[in-house]
C-alpha cells in the first residue's frame, strides 16, 4: 500500500483521537502506544514532505524512514537541530519531548503490570506530551509537516 503526506497526516491526528478515547474507557495500555504511533506518523508526513514526485529517492532517507524510532525519524525528516534549538527555550517541549522518546513501539507489547493506577498515569501524561498547547510534540511537528 502507497502511503502519501496526507494519509499520514490524517494517521497522525486519529491515532491521538483513538489513544484518547482509550485512555477514556481505561485502556491505558492501547492508549501509550497509539499516542506514541500518532507522533510517528507525523514524522512520516515531514519526511515525505520532503521527497519530490519522481525523484528517486535516497537510499539513506529511505533505510532511515523506515523505522518505529522517533528519534531516527526526527533525524530523517531533519528536524534534530531545529529541535534541540527549540527545546533550549522550551522548557513545556523538553519535557514533553523527553516523554515521548521514551516510547517504543514495542510498548504494544507492554502491559502495565505492577503500576498502582494500571498504566492511566503513564498513559496520560504521554497523551499530554503529545497533544499539550504549550509544549505539545505534535503541535510543534505539524509546524513543520
Not at 482509550?22 to 500518532?38: K, N, S, V
Not at 508526513?45 to 523506515?66: E, G, N, Y
Not at 498504566?119 to 504521554?126: D, N
Amino acid at each position: 500500500m502507497t502511503m502519501n503526506r496526507d494519509d499520514f497526516q490524517q494517521l497522525a491526528d486519529l491515532r491521538l483521537k483513538e489513544a484518547r478515547a482509550l485512555l477514556t474507557a481505561e485502556f491505558p495500555d492501547g492508549a501509550y502506544y497509539l499516542a506514541g504511533y500518532a507522533v510517528e506518523c507525523a514524522l512520516k508526513a515531514c519526511i515525505a514532505k520532503r521527497t519530490q514526485q519522481h525523484d528517486f529517492p535516497d537510499k539513506k532517507l529511505v533505510d532511515k524512514s523506515h523505522t518505529h524510532d522517533v528519534e531516527r525519524l526526527m533525524d530523517a525528516a531533519g528536524l534534530t537541530d531545529l529541535l534541540k534549538n527549540e527545546i533550549a527555550g522550551d522548557q513545556e517541549l523538553e519535557l514533553d519531548w523527553e516523554a515521548v522518546r521514551e516510547w517504543s513501539e514495542q510498548s504494544r507489547y507492554d502491559v502495565f503490570k505492577g503500576d498502582p493506577t494500571g498504566g492511566l498515569v503513564t498513559a496520560q501524561l504521554l497523551i499530554d506530551a503529545v497533544e499539550s498547547d504549550k509544549g505539545g510534540v505534535l503541535r510543534w511537528i505539524k509546524q513543520s509537516w
